[in-house]
């Protein structure tokens, strides 16, 4: 029984977890980067705000947070996932702008966060309705 309940655990870890982990690696990685142009196709960076990249980047990052915290975290934190969600992805924002102050050839800035936020509310609130059970 209790192999049973281990191997749910586990799979909810998978399934909910390791997303967030992943794209958290990702945006991590595409800020360690000196010109992470290089690697993004090139119509975002000609026809697209530099705000609006920031702010879908974290919206999706904290839809994965959304999921992970509503189905994966038990019930007492599942009533604050968006709330949780939110706070996550702002906070990543956060350490990420901290970060790129270290990285060479780019900038941190307040209003970058900004974006993040907004993104990442309009993300798990967007998440929040459209998953509504």
């Given at each position: 029984?209790?192999?049973?309940?281990?191997?749910?655990?586990?799979?909810?870890?998978?399934?909910?977890?390791?997303?967030?982990?992943?794209?958290?690696?990702?945006?991590?990685?595409?800020?360690?980067?000196?010109?992470?142009?290089?690697?993004?196709?090139?119509?975002?960076?000609?026809?697209?705000?530099?705000?609006?990249?920031h702010a879908v980047e974290y919206g999706i990052l904290s839809l994965l947070c959304y999921?992970?915290?509503?189905?994966?975290?038990?019930?007492?934190?599942?009533?604050?996932?968006?709330?949780?969600?939110?706070?996550?992805?702002?906070?990543?924002?956060?350490?990420?702008?901290?970060?790129?102050?270290?990285?060479?050839?780019?900038?941190?800035?307040?209003?970058?966060?900004?974006?993040?936020?907004?993104?990442?509310?309009i993300g798990a609130i967007s998440w929040r309705f459209i998953r509504s059970e």
């Amino acid at each position: 029984m209790r192999d049973t309940v281990r191997q749910g655990v586990m799979g909810q870890v998978f399934w909910y977890w390791v997303p967030v982990a992943l794209y958290a690696g990702a945006i991590f990685y595409l800020s360690a980067q000196s010109h992470p142009e290089d690697q993004l196709p090139s119509f975002l960076l000609k026809e697209v705000s530099d705000k609006v990249l920031h702010a879908v980047e974290y919206g999706i990052l904290s839809l994965l947070c959304y999921r992970a915290f509503r189905w994966a975290a038990g019930r007492a934190v599942a009533r604050q996932a968006v709330v949780l969600a939110i706070v996550t992805a702002s906070v990543f924002g956060i350490t990420d702008e901290v970060h790129q102050l270290f990285v060479p050839f780019r900038e941190s800035s307040w209003q970058d966060w900004l974006a993040d936020t907004v993104g990442a509310t309009i993300g798990a609130i967007s998440w929040r309705f459209i998953r509504s059970e």
